[in-house]
């Protein structure tokens, strides 16, 4: 099996973040697309493990939460069309650190109460102290956020 240079694939990751595209950075680099794929595929897993175990603990002041709507394979009017279960509308529910401008914590999912209750579990689990949480009105995080801080918190909509 071929593997690629330590060289190639941080030639890869650079021309990725530079905000090349996938067909972009094979052309460049001369290997193929679906190696290119994997590799996103791999760093991407490193990167989750990575911010999974190193942002933990915070002393975060204010935290800013919002979803970012995007889809998988097709959008949800579409979706049907489609044989790939997974296909539809999907959220990345985002807390941000207003000071630090760090990411906290993502969640993708649907919108939904399940999604909100998982991610902001998720945002309480890495914090240490008290903090002011602002939200959009979603109804969702009303909920989340008082299950998940148990009123610990002060949380405003914004």
């Known amino acids: 099996m071929n593997k690629l240079s330590l060289e190639k694939r941080t030639q890869l990751i650079t021309l990725l973040v530079e905000g090349n595209s996938v067909r972009a950075c094979s052309r460049i680099t001369g290997v193929a697309f679906n190696t290119v794929l994997k590799l ?4 991407g897993k490193v990167c989750q493990q990575f911010h999974d175990e190193k942002v933990r603990g915070l002393n975060s002041k204010r935290i800013e939460c919002d979803e970012i709507w995007s889809f998988v394979y097709a959008k949800n009017k579409n979706a049907h069309k489609t044989d790939n279960p997974e296909a539809g509308d999907a959220w990345i529910w985002t807390a941000l650190d207003s000071d630090s ?12 109460a399940e999604s909100g209750n998982t991610f902001m579990k998720d945002v309480a689990s890495r914090l240490n102290n008290r903090v002011q949480l602002t939200s959009d009105g979603f109804k969702a995080y009303l909920e989340a956020v008082e299950g998940a801080f148990e009123n610990d918190i002060d949380y405003a909509k914004v």
């Not at 996103?40 to 760093?43: E, G, I, K, S």
């Not at 401008?101 to 939904?112: F, L, T």
Request: no cysteine; charged share 25%; proline share 0%.
């Open 101 to 112: 401008r760090m990411i906290v914590s993502y969640y993708i999912g649907k919108r939904n």
């Open 40 to 43: 996103v595929a791999d760093v």
